[in-house]
């Protein structure tokens, strides 16, 4: 990244702040993007006479490209310049939202949607490969927290003010005016984001394949780690709107203010828990110990409050929400750094791509299924039960598939090999022989 510049009392250079300033506004934006549909549902229903199961298919259209795609979006940020794939991602994304304020047609939404989903499946790729790159271990999950501050903070501001704006306007202004405006970050990062190679790691062994990283037990663990996380994250941003308008009775302001501050509970959370990983590990505690903690208590939290708060008198449980949303946050702040640890520079890309293409697949199930279940029972009982017990499996999955959070030692590709055939030392670190076999499956 070139000479480090001055640091602050965060221990990073005035460069990554800046940096991370960048990509929480990518990511704020990216979110509101992805669940303003959701917002709009009330209003979008109506207007183009959308049953509950074709509603669900438009939320869930998003994910078909976004998961699928992850992998090759995982293969690109590894070999070519994040930097300028983030940003064709971005401007991808940004048009599509713009685009969807104008159409009328539940064809041509289903389309829009699906092209939202390729500009914004480069994102998390893209996050993992620069934090992975330029932040080490200990700062990690405070890097990831600001991520993960703006993932809640994205719809937090849209339910706010997006359902604001939309019960004064109507829903499609908001739509243009947003994906127009959140182009203006395509100057800010083309001028300040640093042109590295996604590949000018430091480590100039080449990078391991798919087959490689999947093939490993702790990849399998995150993968179905972050499904299981995902699904209540989505949930909430497709049909929480929805739920708190037609089954509890919200005004679409109170709708605003109540989604709103769920959210914003889980960014607050993302952030101080983020910080207080960090600090934890700074102090000696084992990274092991201290993110598989926070994955399982957040887990068990969502799972917990989430089931509760569908059964509960109105009023509780808008603060049993809340309660959810803060457990996302201390899963949301360590997911990441887990991946960007057992990865290394070398695989983030590719593992975070991966990782995501199965984390997603949640988000197309989630959306459909409820839809399916709110046409069949008249209610969300079922949809809110269901979720909360895919978040406790997603504890399960942290405390006992995961191993030990520490990088993986990759093996050298075939080329490599013959490039080191006269120096059996550089086969392993442990001296000549294979490299052990480590957690695969």
Request: glycine letters at 12%.
């Amino acid at each position: 990244m070139g000479a480090r510049d001055s640091t602050n009392h965060s221990g990073l250079s005035r460069t990554l702040i800046g940096v991370l300033v960048l990509l929480w506004l990518s990511v704020f934006l990216n979110y509101i993007d992805r669940s303003n549909l959701s917002i709009a549902a009330p209003q979008l229903k109506g207007e183009l006479g959308l049953s509950a199961t074709q509603l669900g298919v438009l939320l869930s259209a998003f994910f078909w490209t976004y998961a699928c795609l992850q992998i090759p979006a995982g293969w690109l940020v590894d070999h070519l310049e994040v930097k300028w794939v983030f940003a064709g991602g971005f401007l991808i994304w940004s048009a599509a939202t713009a685009v969807t304020g104008v159409l009328h047609s539940f064809a041509a939404l289903l389309a829009v949607r699906v092209i939202l989903g390729m500009g914004e499946s480069v994102a998390y790729p893209s996050y993992s490969k620069i934090i992975a790159n330029h932040f080490p271990v200990e700062r990690r999950g405070f890097a990831n927290s600001i991520v993960a501050s703006g993932l809640c903070f994205g719809p937090s501001f849209g339910l706010l003010f997006g359902g604001t704006l939309m019960g004064r306007f109507g829903w499609r202004p908001f739509f243009v005016t947003l994906g127009l405006v959140s182009l203006l970050w395509l100057g800010p990062w083309s001028a300040w984001m640093p042109q590295v190679k996604a590949s000018a790691d430091g480590d100039k062994k080449p990078g391991p394949g798919i087959p490689e990283i999947v093939a490993r037990r702790a990849w399998v663990a995150t993968g179905l780690g972050l499904f299981c996380s995902n699904y209540f994250n989505y949930f909430l941003l497709t049909w929480l709107p929805f739920y708190l308008v037609r089954e509890r009775g919200f005004s679409m302001s109170g709708m605003a203010e109540v989604g709103g501050a769920t959210m914003l509970t889980a960014a607050l959370s993302a952030v101080v828990c983020g910080k207080l990983s960090d600090r934890w590990i700074l102090a000696g505690a084992t990274t092991t110990r201290i993110r598989k903690g926070f994955m399982v208590a957040g887990s068990l939290a969502m799972g917990m409050f989430l089931m509760a708060a569908v059964v509960v008198p109105r009023d509780v449980s808008v603060g049993l929400l809340m309660l959810a949303g803060a457990g996302f946050g201390l899963v949301s702040a360590n997911v990441w750094a887990i991946t960007q640890t057992l990865a290394g520079p070398r695989a983030a890309g590719r593992w975070a791509g991966s990782q995501n293409f199965i984390g997603n697949l949640s988000g197309a199930v989630a959306p459909a299924l409820t839809g399916v279940l709110v046409d069949r029972t008249g209610h969300f009982l079922w949809p809110f039960l269901i979720t909360g017990a895919v978040a406790w499996s997603g504890a399960a999955v942290w405390a006992f598939l995961l191993g030990p959070i520490e990088p993986v030692v990759w093996r050298m590709s075939p080329g490599a090999m013959k490039r080191t055939a006269f120096d059996p030392l550089a086969m392993s670190p442990a001296g000549p022989g294979p490299l052990p076999l480590d957690d695969n499956l």
